[in-house]
């Protein structure tokens, strides 16, 4: 079995980048996208990198166009869109697939040991139930990716401790990463 640390991504560079480069580290991997509803949530995740870095998180920043094509341009023009207009400065690697045939592996072994537990009940959740399931009718049954934003916490042993959906409170998970960050 595969654990995290065996998986190597692309840099934007074109580069490989072990993850066994992060042994030891809180880590929160998110697919994201530049034009997307959930787009602003680079605020909240570049404020919990501030916070959190020295304490040993990194925020590993996966581009993905899967979910309305809300991720147009190639890697130069996400990364020049996220600097500018949030400031991001942890990992952006390389656009990816997180789905399907041509998904990544460490996406393909993200998805093989988590669990979908729903988006919750607000309004914002409720919409995009609705979206998710006009593409995949029995999406409340398996593990896929549903949308952009999906975040999950990997703690310093390689283990996944939590998946957040796109819709789950930026609080709720900033509080997750601090009590990540304090076990040692």
């Known amino acids: 079995m595969s654990g995290i640390y065996d998986f190597s991504v692309r840099a934007q560079d074109g580069s490989e980048v072990s993850l066994a480069d992060y042994k030891g580290k809180v880590l929160l ?4 996208a530049t034009g ?6 680079y605020d909240e995740l570049q404020d919990i990198y501030d916070e959190c870095q020295k304490e040993g998180l990194e ?9 309305g094509e809300q991720a147009p341009g190639d890697d130069e023009e996400i990364h020049t869109f996220c600097i500018g207009r949030y400031g991001i400065t942890f990992p952006q690697f390389s656009k990816i697939d997180v789905n399907g045939e ?9 998805v093989e040991n988590s669990t979908f537990k729903g988006f919750g009940k607000n ?10 399931k006009k593409a995949d009718k029995d999406y409340k049954n ?3 990716i549903k949308w952009n934003f999906t975040k999950f916490l990997i703690g310093r042993d390689g283990r996944i401790l939590y998946r957040f959906e796109p819709t789950e409170s930026m609080k ?4 997750k990463v601090k009590e990540a960050v304090k076990e040692s």
């Open 59 to 67: 925020i590993l920043d996966f581009p993905c166009n899967q979910f």
């Open 36 to 41: 997307c509803g959930f787009t602003p949530q």
């Open 172 to 175: 709720t998970v900033q509080q």
């Open 123 to 132: 309004p914002t959740a409720m919409m995009l139930g609705q979206m998710v």
């Open 29 to 32: 991997i998110v697919n994201t």
């Open 142 to 144: 398996n593990s896929n």
């Open 102 to 110: 041509n998904a990544i592996p460490l996406y393909k072994w993200l």
